[in-house]
């Protein structure tokens, strides 16, 4: 009996890649799955995040040209403003507070402080839990 030809050697010898190309990629797929997964909700944390800071710098404002200082006017622009969260469950918390002597028409000098905190609830939990507590304190002064 001759021995096998280069060819058929070379052919046999990559049908038993087949098998290690297979074996490769079960194991790298789930691996980039959860990058994946942890990039898009990373994104999507800081989404959050940064839409809580700009609520509490809306409200500020708004709380700093009215007079005389509403909060609920202040709670529904915070909450407008955070459009793209889910502000029901878990809920916004939105805490309005003067400081200064702040009389029924404050004055110039008295300071707005809006402070937002949001529940920001993990799509798949990997390493954090299933929560993370997002807030923003943000005072303005009255001109």
Same mark, same amino acid.
């Given at each position: 009996?001759?021995? %096998?030809?280069?060819?058929?050697?070379?052919?046999?010898?990559?049908?038993?890649?087949?098998?290690?190309?297979?074996?490769?990629?079960?194991? &790298?797929?789930?691996?980039?799955?959860?990058?994946?997964?942890?990039?898009?909700?990373?994104?999507?944390?800081?989404?959050?995040?940064?839409?809580?800071?700009?609520?509490?710098?809306?409200?500020?404002?708004?709380?700093?040209?009215?007079? %005389?200082?509403? %909060?609920?006017?202040?709670?529904?622009?915070?909450?407008?403003?955070?459009?793209?969260?889910?502000?029901?469950?878990?809920?916004?918390?939105?805490?309005?507070?003067? &400081?200064?002597?702040?009389?029924?028409?404050?004055?110039?000098?008295?300071?707005?402080?809006?402070?937002?905190?949001?529940?920001?609830?993990?799509?798949?939990?990997?390493?954090?839990?299933?929560?993370?507590?997002?807030?923003?304190?943000?005072?303005?002064?009255?001109?």
């Amino acid at each position: 009996m001759a021995a %096998p030809t280069r060819p058929a050697r070379l052919r046999r010898w990559r049908e038993g890649r087949r098998g290690q190309s297979l074996v490769e990629f079960a194991v &790298v797929f789930p691996v980039f799955i959860l990058l994946l997964a942890g990039m898009v909700d990373f994104g999507l944390g800081l989404y959050a995040n940064v839409t809580i800071i700009n609520a509490a710098r809306e409200g500020a404002r708004l709380g700093v040209t009215l007079q %005389p200082m509403d %909060p609920n006017t202040i709670d529904a622009r915070v909450r407008a403003m955070s459009t793209g969260l889910n502000t029901n469950d878990p809920p916004l918390t939105v805490t309005t507070t003067c &400081v200064g002597p702040c009389s029924p028409a404050y004055s110039s000098g008295d300071t707005v402080k809006v402070q937002v905190d949001y529940l920001y609830r993990m799509i798949w939990p990997l390493t954090f839990g299933t929560q993370i507590p997002l807030s923003s304190t943000v005072q303005m002064r009255i001109e």
